[in-house]
C-alpha cells in the first residue's frame, strides 16, 4: 500500500468514525425521558389551556406527549370529568399538573390509578375539607378585584387583572387574557375536597413569590404539608407563562423521578 493510500485510508476511518458519533448523538437526543413519559396540563380559574403552550412545546421537544385538559370551570363535577377524560386518553400513566384552581382539580382527580405524579404550580394543594374559597379566607391574598356577578359566576376586574394574575407577562397578553378570561363558578370555587391524591402520589410544588392571587404563605403551607418537592420562583400567580422554564424542569423532575410497574407503554 502507497502512503497516499494509507492517508486516504485513514482519512476514510476517521470520516466514517466522526458520522458513526453523530448518528449515535442524534439518536441520544431523540430517545424517549425514562420514567413517566406522558403529562397532563390543567388549567386554573380565569383562564384557558392556551397559556400551556410554552410548557407544552418544551416538553414535546424533550420526547414528552402532553395533553392539555379544558375543564370548562362550570362546576366541579364539570371540571373532574374533563380532566379524567384527558387522562384516561393518556392510556397509560402520566404526571398531572395544575395551576391554581387547577390544583383543587388534580387533588381529587389525581386518585386516578393511572397518575403516578402531582405537580402543583401556584396552586390549590387542598386537604380533606378545604375550598379554594377556605385557602383564601384564611389568609387573602393580596388582590381585592375578585367580584361574583348575578349568575354564580366569578371575575377579576379587567383593569386590575394584569397587575394582580399576571404581572411578569407582557402587556399584550396580559390585557388578551383579561378580556378573554374564563369565569370561574362559585360551586368549583367553593367545593370541598374529600380525598386529596397528594397523601398517597408523590408530590411536586412550584411557590410564587409575587402572587397577588394566592397568597404566597399559602402556597408554601400547602407545599409543605403535602410533603412537596418544592421551588420558588419570584413569579406572578402565572408563574407557568412568565416561567416555562423552570415550569417544565419542575415536570420533568417529577416524571423522570416517579417509575411505576406500568411506565412503559
Request: with cysteine; hydrophobic share 40%.
Amino acid at each position: 500500500m502507497t502512503k497516499s493510500n494509507g492517508v486516504v485510508t485513514l482519512a476514510a476511518a476517521l470520516m466514517g468514525a466522526v458520522l458513526l458519533l453523530e448518528t449515535t448523538m442524534n439518536i441520544a437526543a431523540a430517545a424517549p425521558p425514562t420514567g413517566i413519559r406522558n403529562v397532563v396540563l390543567v388549567h386554573g380559574a380565569f383562564a384557558d389551556g392556551s397559556g400551556w403552550e410554552s410548557v407544552a412545546k418544551i416538553l414535546e421537544r424533550d420526547g414528552y406527549t402532553v395533553s392539555v385538559a379544558q375543564p370548562p370551570e362550570t362546576s366541579y363535577a364539570e371540571d373532574q370529568k374533563y380532566t379524567k377524560a384527558a387522562i384516561d386518553a393518556m392510556g397509560g400513566p402520566v404526571v398531572l399538573v395544575g395551576h391554581s384552581y387547577g390544583g383543587s382539580i388534580i387533588s381529587e382527580a389525581g386518585n386516578d390509578p393511572n397518575v403516578a405524579a402531582l405537580v402543583y404550580i401556584a396552586a390549590f394543594a387542598l386537604d380533606e375539607g378545604d375550598s379554594c374559597a377556605s385557602i383564601e379566607q384564611a389568609r387573602p391574598q393580596a388582590s381585592k378585584a375578585f367580584k361574583a356577578d348575578s349568575n354564580g359566576n366569578w371575575w377579576i376586574e379587567r383593569e386590575h387583572f394584569a397587575a394582580d394574575f399576571a404581572a411578569d407577562v407582557p402587556p399584550a397578553e396580559s390585557h388578551y387574557m383579561a378580556i378573554s378570561q374564563v369565569p370561574i363558578s362559585t360551586d368549583a370555587f367553593t367545593h370541598k375536597v374529600t380525598s386529596p391524591a397528594w397523601k398517597t402520589k408523590p408530590t411536586w410544588y412550584m411557590v410564587a413569590t409575587a402572587d397577588r392571587s394566592i397568597n404566597p404563605d399559602q402556597e408554601r403551607m400547602m407545599a409543605k404539608r403535602a410533603n412537596a418537592k418544592t421551588v420558588e420562583v419570584n413569579a406572578s400567580h402565572v408563574a407557568y407563562m412568565s416561567h416555562p422554564k423552570e415550569t417544565a424542569k419542575l415536570i420533568e423532575e417529577a416524571a423522570s423521578s416517579t417509575h411505576t410497574s406500568t411506565s412503559s407503554q
